[in-house]
């Protein structure tokens, strides 16, 4: 059986920071139900939170936070601005505001660009809004989502702090995005699984059921464990207290070689997309 526990954290580059392998997603959670299952989440021993001011559930997912027993620094937290501001100041105020709704007063462990759709300028700028923002100490860590390689070398262009500490894909089997996670691990920069269970919508795949039958665990199960085995930190979204709690439970099976191939084997390339491929 591999090392991976539910308390693995993996080390982010030029940092002395560490990242939990498994997080916890909160998109399309709203409210009282975000709270709730931040909570839940948090009880079966995630230590990991996935949010974006896109979601609009920042302030709750603080809220759970302060509302656990656990302390502030025992809880990792993500989120991502989504466009910049007129100008730099108001680029940065928008990632402090971010902050504020989190953890008013401290900081948020990790901040990256939601996207790169807006085009050079918007990058430029929401770039060095989190590098203030992390000189200042409000950010921990900085990265980018749906960065493919031409996004992460253009950085270099400008970027203070290169590369990017994390880069957030939309990664599973039937989407693997080889060149941009081995661009990444090549860079150091860690790969975060987005849609990892692809929402559900693959639980009746021969290749996967055939394979969560052999381990007697569920489909979501060898989708979470998969992304864990290929080094990809999932981050697993469930407003369900009975799935949150065994889309965690992935520590007791460890897939074998052959399985994780056959696994390789269903990817569809950018065909496999159920959100956005890298487009560069
Ligand atoms: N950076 C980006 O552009 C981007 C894009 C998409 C997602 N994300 C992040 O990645 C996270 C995960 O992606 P996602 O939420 O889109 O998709 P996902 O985690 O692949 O799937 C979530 C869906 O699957 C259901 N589900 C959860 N566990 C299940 C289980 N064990 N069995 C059956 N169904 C299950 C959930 O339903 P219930 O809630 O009803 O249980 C929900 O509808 C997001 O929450 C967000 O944090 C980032």
Known sequence: ??????????????????????????????????????????KAGYRHIDTAQYYANESQVGEAVRKSDLKRADVYITSKILSP?????????????????????????????????????????????????????RVRSIGVSNYGVGNIEEMKEYAET???????????????????????????????????????QKAKDPTLLNISKKYNVTTGQVLIRYCLQKGWVPLPKSDTESRIIANADVYGFEIDDEDMQKLDGVDQGDKGAIVQAVTN
């Open 1 to 42: 059986m591999s090392s991976l526990t539910l308390q693995s954290t993996i080390p982010l580059t030029n940092s002395s920071y560490r990242i939990p392998a498994l997080g916890f997603g909160v998109y399309q959670s709203h409210g009282p139900t975000c709270i709730q299952s931040c909570l839940t989440a948090l």
């Open 85 to 137: 501001g007129k100008d730099a100041d108001s680029t940065y105020k928008s990632v402090i505001g971010s902050v504020e709704a989190i953890d008013k007063g401290g900081y948020v462990d990790l901040m990256l660009i939601h996207s790169p759709n807006g085009g050079p300028e918007a990058r430029q700028l929401m770039w060095g809004a989190l590098e203030r923002a992390k000189k200042e100490g």
């Open 162 to 200: 290169w590369p990017p500490q994390v880069n957030q894909i939309e990664l599973h089997p039937w989407c693997q995005q080889r060149e941009a996670v081995s661009y990444c691990q090549k860079n150091n920069i860690v790969v975060e699984a987005y849609c990892p269970l692809v929402r559900n």
